[in-house]
């Protein structure tokens, strides 16, 4: 009853407050307009990240109300942070401008730090060969740490170009942590990933093909934040080799197209936190595919991918 009434509380906040955000979002001007590398049709509102993270962190209060305090409010505090400035960075982009790259990675690296220091972290795996856990020393737990929490926030903020993608991608991950938390007996993880999905699901009803909201770089990031956590508080602890590869895999397609572009840009000599069409639904898009055929494409790559890396762990076990 806890994760369903978790998964209720979470969905329903969603799926309630999102058109009257939505009204507001139009009422104040926070719309996304199209430009030549955004082809959507139309002004469409930018707060779909506000109504998750509302959405998730009163579920997440109720159902976590007896948990570690530090880690409870670290997360929050994080993606807070995280939060206020994908707002702010959506308010440039409302207004027609851009937002200065070095508040948000400030920011990013903060939200990151903050986590560690309530106590997730990566702390160390599991010897294949002699069974032995190692621990790592703190610098190296602190830096694996900081670059998992960076990158994956980075990432999924990246995969957001078009409708339905980042967000469908968000909950094949979430229900891939759901199922592994489910396999190892984690618990916490479990409600974790559940809470994760269900806010997602309401707003995949808003944003499918034709988005009437987005969820902006507000909800991109805090999904990307949200999901390194729940790696990093589930699969992650007490890892295994299998264990290791569950998030890795469960992210696959944002992690390694993203990887992709990196090197592209950095090929073409382009700052690499320049805004263009290089990743996989753009350039499946060159190809002339539409909007519903590539995010059912890449989907179903992403799918393939998390059943793959569950069935690993099955096998294990």
Known sequence: MKYLLAIIIA?????????????LAFKYNFTDKPTERKKHKGETPLCGGIAMFIGF???????????????????????????IIGVVDDYYKSIGKE??????LIIQLLAAVIVFKSGISF???????TDEYITLSPIVQFVLTITWIFGVTTVINWSDGMDGLAGGLSFISAMTFAATAI????????????????VVLAFLFYNKYPAKVFMGDSGANFLGFILSIIALD???????????????????????????????RFSEGKPIYQADRS???????????????????ISIISLTCSVISILLLLIKF
Do not use: C
Request: charged residues 10%; proline residues 5%; glycine residues 8%.
């Open 123 to 129: 702390e160390g795996f599991t010897n294949p060969f």
């Open 57 to 83: 962190f009163i579920a997440y209060f109720i159902a976590f109300y007896n948990y570690n305090f530090d880690e409870k409010y670290g997360i929050f505090i994080g993606a807070l942070l995280i939060l």
């Open 99 to 104: 937002f200065g790259i070095t508040p948000r």
């Open 11 to 23: 969905f329903s906040t969603v799926f309630i407050l999102t058109p009257i955000l939505m009204k």
């Open 279 to 297: 990743q996989i639904h753009y350039r499946l898009q060159a190809k002339g595919l539409n909007t519903k055929q590539i995010v059912t494409f």
């Open 234 to 264: 589930g699969a992650f602890k007490g890892a295994t080799i299998l264990s290791l590869m569950i998030p890795i895999l469960a992210l696959a397609v944002p992690i390694f197209d993203n990887i992709f572009v990196i090197f592209k």
């Open 183 to 198: 396999i190892l007996g984690q618990r916490p993880s479990l409600l974790f990933s559940l809470i994760t999905a269900g």
